[in-house]
Nanobody, 119 residues
């Protein structure tokens, strides 16, 4: 499975960005699609994920500001980020968790896209 992320950039506090991630390759049985981020000097943290296109989950720090959505036909996941804050700055990574033919779940990661929010 290959993941191609796009949509990062530089924005002022209060602004918006939309991230997209397209999955391709051996798409079989996707369990979750989501986004993580890593700020300089910090560990990677969960931002949001969507389970089988229905159950949405968010980190407390982004609830009410970020919205995750999934396009099942295009195997794409989007993250709409509104009211951005400087603390949202970091590299955002797309993640797909998929079950293989043996029933084992695997994580796949995109290359990361930089989001910078200036104050």
């Amino acid at each position: 499975v290959q993941l191609q992320a796009s949509g990062g950039g530089l924005v002022q506090a209060g602004g918006s960005l939309r991230l997209s991630c397209a999955a391709s390759g051996s798409i079989r049985s996707i369990n979750t699609m989501g986004w993580y981020r890593q700020a300089p000097g910090k560990q990677r943290e969960l931002v949001a994920f969507i389970v089988k296109g229905e159950n949405l989950n968010y980190a407390d720090s982004v609830k009410g500001r970020f919205t995750i959505s999934r396009d099942h036909v295009k195997n794409t996941v989007h993250l709409q980020m509104n009211n951005l804050r400087p603390e949202d700055t970091g590299v955002y990574y797309c993640n797909v968790n998929q079950r293989d033919y043996s029933g084992v779940y695997h994580d796949y990661w995109g290359q990361g896209t930089q989001v910078t929010v200036s104050s």
